[in-house]
Nanobody, 128 residues
């Protein structure tokens, strides 16, 4: 499996921005689609975004579309999540995840069970 380590979380005021990063090691990074999920206290882990192996295709949850942007740098084995116009409801632990293989055409939403490798998570807190 691929090992993942997130960074970049923190405390930010509503309307602010944060950039999360997830560094991968242990396997060929470009063989994996990469996703971001988040989990707020008392809630299930929810899909945020996913990016294809080449970086050419992306998907977003409706709740973050237009505000968040996922990207990857295969030369650096790193995936990013740029989060803008943050809202208090974005407060959660954010996890990156890896799934071996291609982005499946026609799938608009992924679940946590689709991914086999996970990072330890990074806390994002948005104050009102």
């Amino acid at each position: 499996q691929v090992q993942l380590v997130e960074s970049g979380g923190g405390l930010v005021q509503a309307g602010g921005s944060l950039r999360l990063a997830c560094a991968a090691s242990g396997r060929t990074f470009s063989n994996y689609i990469m996703g971001w999920f988040r989990q707020a206290p008392g809630k299930d882990r929810e899909f945020v975004s996913v990016i294809s192996r080449s970086g050419g295709n992306t998907l977003y949850a409706d709740s973050v579309k237009g505000r968040f942007a996922i990207s990857r740098d295969n030369a650096k084995n790193t995936v990013y999540l740029q989060m803008n116009s943050l809202k208090p409801e974005d407060t959660a632990v954010y996890y990156c995840a890896a799934k071996y293989g291609p982005l499946i055409a026609g799938i608009r939403h992924y679940t946590a069970s689709d991914f086999g490798s996970w990072g330890q998570g990074t806390q994002v807190t948005v104050s009102s």
